[in-house]
Each structure stands twice: as C-alpha cells, then as structure tokens.
C-alpha cells in the first residue's frame, strides 16, 4: 500500500472517531439536558404545604412524640416526597412542618384519612387554636 493510501485510511479512521465521538457527546449532552428537564418538571409539580402549629404549654412534650411519628412515616404515604419539621427557638410551643406532595390532591387525601382514622382528633387534643396552612409552588 502505498504512503497515499495509508494516509487517506488513516485520516477516514480518524474521521470515523471524530465523528463517532462527537455523536456519543451530542448523545450524553441530550441525555444530560433531559434528565435536568425532567427533574425541573417534577420540582414544579410538586406542591408545598406549609402548616403552622400553636401547642398547648402542657402538651408540647406529647405533640414533639407526635411529630417524631410523623417524621418516619408520613413519607411513606402515598403522593408525600418529603417533610420537615421546626419548633420555634423563642416559643418553644409553635411548630412548622413543611411537606412536599406529588400533588394538593394527594395531600388531601391524607387529611381525609387522618380524619376518618382518629389521628387529627389525637393531634388537634394538643393544639391551643386550629393551626394555619397553605399550598406553594416552588420557584
């Protein structure tokens, strides 16, 4: 074979890889740019619910165990991503859970169980006044 012909294989080999590579890279890159998109839509959707608690003074020790519940397991409820829970440092009695839900539906099913099984009774038995909340979406 002639220095010729060794020269134009060798240059299509390495176009071929250049090609070859470029391609993979513009694969990865789409990869990459779809997984961040769909990880955005799914932060998107989901719905915050922010609920603020007022403890009766006598009752704070009893709602923390409550809360400590509610931290292993409501994460396991159907449509729950995730929770997390505050108590004031000023007013040691106040109490924030902020959950994150698949969607505000999901959410009120919960509270439709809680009902029907007991639980809010339970929990409101702690309460000084109904606790406030609200529904957020991230921005």
């Not at 799914?42 to 603020?52: A, F, G, Q």
Request: with cysteine.
């Amino acid at each position: 074979m002639s220095d010729k012909h060794k020269y134009q294989r060798t240059r299509r080999i390495a176009l071929k890889a250049i090609i070859a590579g470029t391609s993979v890279a513009i694969g990865f890159k789409a990869s990459v740019l779809s997984n961040e998109n769909k990880k955005q839509r799914k932060k998107s959707m989901n719905i915050v619910v922010i609920v603020n608690f007022e403890v009766k003074e006598d009752k704070i020790t009893g709602f923390t165990k409550i809360l400590e519940g509610v931290k292993s397991e409501l994460p396991k409820v159907n449509g729950c991503v995730g929770v997390n829970i505050f108590q004031s440092s000023l007013m040691t009695n106040k109490f924030t859970l902020v959950e994150t839900w698949e969607t505000k539906e999901l959410h009120q099913a919960n509270l439709d169980n809680l009902s029907k099984n007991g639980t809010w009774d339970t929990i409101a038995s702690h309460l000084s006044k109904d606790p406030s909340s609200d529904y957020f979406t991230q921005l």
